[in-house]
């Protein structure tokens, strides 16, 4: 039994589509979430940047003394797992975009993978492409511009929704039956986007895969904690009163969001 807390990091909010999978599965634990606010969005920096905030937010999370580390970012997980895993000894997870159960849902075998340009342009995703496209014709939409509507909080206005139509449609033309959202901040988009893919199609996402992952790989090194109601705090290296408006829709309006130490900004 470890009752420490387990952290969460995302480039800014799309993460908590996260953390939500992982509250529903360990009422109990306490969450310790990073919103990357700063340096939002992922999708357009390098490999070598993103690495370098991964490593910083994962030295603040040690520090608050977690006992594991789920990288809730496909951009994140693309550039930095393996480097995260190779330097810092608690368990962390990562995730990729959910290209294999799209696979396996899709009817008539076209999938398409909407994602950031950073985790498109990754080895990671090319290796995954590369697994599967034997077995469906797998078509990407880089999205870039959609993560900012997130941040805002705006999940239903006229710009969110011109971009959700310039990006789902080309998808849809080309005989896609499954979507894959592969960015954590697309969950919350996804009436939009269903809307504009129509009825038929199937959206697939991560974020309760990655809980999945994250209790099995607790429940092996017995570190689940005591039975209790868990707590949420949250981090921002951002303004924290610009990110309120995003967290009182995308979360809880009762929950504050704290400004990270000027070190890991
Ligand atoms: N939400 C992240 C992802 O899953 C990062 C998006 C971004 O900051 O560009 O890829």
């Not at 496909?74 to 000894?89: E, G, K, P, Q």
């Not at 951002?238 to 979360?251: D, F, I, N, P, Q």
Request: contains cysteine.
């Amino acid at each position: 039994m470890n009752n420490q807390p387990i952290g969460i990091f995302d480039s800014g909010v799309g993460g908590l589509s996260v953390l939500r999978e992982i509250r529903a599965l360990l009422p109990a634990e306490d969450l310790v979430y990073i919103a990357d606010s700063a340096h939002v969005p992922y999708g357009n920096k390098s490999p070598s940047y993103i690495e370098a905030r991964a490593r910083v937010l994962s030295e603040f999370l040690i520090g608050e003394g977690v006992k594991a580390i789920v990288v809730a970012c496909n951009t994140a997980t693309a550039a930095a797992v393996a480097s995260l895993r190779a330097d810092f000894a608690v368990p962390i997870v990562g995730m990729e975009p959910a290209v294999k159960p799209a696979v396996s849902a899709s009817r008539n075998g076209v999938v398409g993978v909407l994602a950031t340009v950073g985790t498109l342009a990754s080895a990671k995703f090319a290796a995954l492409l590369e697994r599967y496209q034997g077995d469906a014709k797998i078509i990407v939409q880089p999205c870039p511009g959609l993560v900012e509507q997130v941040e805002l909080g705006d999940l239903t206005g006229a710009h969110t929704r011109m971009l959700v139509h310039r990006f789902v449609t080309p998808l849809i033309d080309r005989g896609a039956d499954t979507l894959v959202l592969g960015c954590t901040h697309y969950p919350f988009l996804r009436d939009l986007i269903q809307a504009e893919a129509g009825a038929d199609v199937t959206l697939v996402d991560t974020g309760q895969a990655v809980a999945r992952q994250l209790v099995r790989k607790l429940t092996a090194m017995d570190g689940l904690c005591e039975a209790r109601v868990g707590g949420e705090q949250f981090w921002t290296s951002g303004e924290a009163a610009a990110l309120a408006k995003a967290l009182s829709v995308l979360w809880s309006a009762d929950k504050p969001m704290q400004r990270l130490p000027l070190r890991y900004c």
